[in-house]
Antibody, heavy 121, light 109 residues
Framework: EVQLVESGGGLVKPGGSLRLSCAAS????????MDWVRQAPGRGLEWVGR??????????DYAAPLKGRFAISRDDSKNTLYLQINSLQTEDTAVYYC????????????WGQGTLVTVSS | QSALTQPASVSGSPGQSITISCTGT?????????VSWYQQHPGKAPKLMIY???NRPSGVSDRFSGSKSGNTASLTISGLQAEDEADYYC??????????FGGGTKLTV
């Protein structure tokens, strides 16, 4: 069974940093393109970014408004995806989901259960 | 990339059919046959229901179907059931790696 489990969320003060993790199992993670998507309370889905497999170059892409403060990385030896968020702002308060991009055409399936990041003083 | 446009809410009675629209541009919905639809129940993660405009993943009920005309994609749910009550989001390939979502539609049954 394909499974994605996020962790690392919590309460952080504005200006702080956080690293989220996503443990993957049940599929060939090393060849997978992986995405992060976030959802602010009561709001819609917002794509954060993607990391390609190392076989596809291992490059990352980010939503334009989020470039600079967000960094996606992966450790294929641990089947784990990461999202580093720096200079956290109150607007970053959201549930962060990791998901597998099964094709280059944005077929996102499945999604993890999400991890809540709350930015507040 | 601007978000795709969806109605804020739709409603229907059990057994009826409803359609949710998703309007984009020729740079996303209209330019490619790669529209996906996601279902999200309160407090839960999104679930893929339709991909590549009209394909269902294994395990998704055939009451769910997708279509596209021009710059507008549609999700139709037939034989509405209480458990279909959820938020629905569309998404489209944009010709690049970036992903664009619709604003979401709340379905009330």
């Amino acid at each position: 069974e394909v499974q994605l489990v996020e962790s690392g969320g919590g309460l952080v003060k504005p200006g702080g940093s956080l690293r989220l993790s996503c443990a993957a199992s049940g599929f060939n993670f090393i060849n997978a393109w992986m995405d992060w998507v976030r959802q602010a309370p009561g709001r819609g889905l917002e794509w954060v970014g993607r990391i390609k497999s190392k076989g596809s170059g291992g490059t990352t892409d980010y939503a334009a408004p989020l470039k600079g403060r967000f960094a996606i990385s992966r450790d294929d030896s641990k089947n784990t995806l990461y999202l580093q968020i720096n200079s956290l702002q109150t607007e970053d308060t959201a549930v962060y989901y990791c998901t597998w991009s099964r094709t280059i055409f944005n077929r996102l399936d499945p999604w993890g259960q999400g991890t809540l990041v709350t930015v507040s003083s | 990339q601007s978000a795709l446009t969806q109605p804020a809410s739709v409603s229907g009675s059990p057994g009826q059919s409803i359609t949710i629209s998703c309007t984009g541009t020729s740079n996303d919905v209209g330019g490619y046959n790669y529209v996906s639809w996601y279902q999200q129940h309160p407090g839960k993660a999104p679930k893929l229901m339709i991909y590549d405009v009209n394909n269902r993943p294994s395990g998704v009920s055939d009451r769910f179907s997708g279509s596209k005309s021009g710059n507008t994609a549609s999700l139709t749910i037939s034989g509405l059931q209480a458990e279909d009550e959820a938020d629905y989001y569309c998404s489209s390939y944009t010709g690049s790696t970036t992903v664009v979502f619709g604003g979401g539609t709340k379905l009330t049954v």
